[in-house]
């Protein structure tokens, strides 16, 4: 996981031609034009999702949608095997994978991040939750990314 340490504000300077002896007209248009450029945005050599808090703080988990999807066989089979004294390994890991550990995993990753540095993991999602000031400073201080494999 990468991090960007808040807005990047590029300046693109644009530096006019130098002036042409034939082509007076060209000249004047030329020096009514904005000599520089502000633009933010961010280029990497990396694809990438940007995680809207605002949104829900569940943008953080790293599969959502596919969580959805698994959870629901996954908990039958964790009911299933409730009437047997030992869960399978496959379980098991399927259980480290998807549902609510692998939500924990992403808040512990998260948790090493400077934006949510010095919060607990199991804080993290409550202050989401409750305290759009919180959310406010991070949104203006950083941009949260997910990089695709």
Same mark, same amino acid.
């Given at each position: 996981?990468?991090?960007?340490?808040?807005?990047?504000?590029?300046?693109?300077?644009?530096?006019?031609? /130098?002036?042409?002896?034939?082509?007076?007209?060209? !000249?004047?248009?030329?020096?009514? *034009? /904005?000599?520089?450029?502000?633009? +933010?945005?961010?280029?990497?050599?990396?694809?990438?999702? !940007?995680?809207? #808090?605002?949104?829900?703080?569940?943008? #953080?988990?790293? %599969?959502?949608?596919?969580?959805?999807?698994?959870?629901?066989?996954?908990?039958?089979? @964790?009911?299933?095997?409730?009437?047997?004294?030992?869960?399978?390994?496959? $379980?098991?890991?399927? @259980? +480290?994978? =998807?549902?609510?550990?692998?939500?924990?995993?992403?808040?512990?990753?998260?948790?090493?991040?400077?934006?949510? $540095?010095?919060? %607990?993991?199991?804080?993290?999602?409550?202050?989401?939750?409750?305290?759009?000031?919180?959310?406010?400073? $991070?949104?203006? *201080? =950083?941009? #949260?990314?997910?990089?695709?494999?």
């Amino acid at each position: 996981m990468m991090q960007a340490d808040g807005l990047f504000n590029n300046s693109l300077k644009i530096k006019p031609d /130098p002036p042409s002896p034939h082509l007076r007209s060209h !000249t004047e248009h030329q020096s009514s *034009r /904005p000599t520089s450029t502000t633009t +933010s945005m961010i280029i990497t050599a990396w694809e990438g999702e !940007t995680i809207d #808090l605002k949104k829900s703080p569940k943008e #953080l988990w790293t %599969n959502e949608i596919e969580d959805e999807g698994r959870h629901k066989p996954l908990m039958h089979s @964790i009911r299933s095997s409730l009437f047997h004294p030992a869960p399978s390994r496959h $379980l098991l890991q399927q @259980i +480290s994978t =998807f549902g609510s550990i692998s939500h924990a995993n992403d808040l512990r990753y998260w948790s090493k991040t400077k934006a949510f $540095l010095g919060l %607990n993991p199991d804080s993290i999602l409550d202050k989401l939750d409750n305290d759009p000031g919180f959310i406010h400073a $991070l949104d203006s *201080r =950083f941009i #949260l990314m997910r990089w695709k494999d």
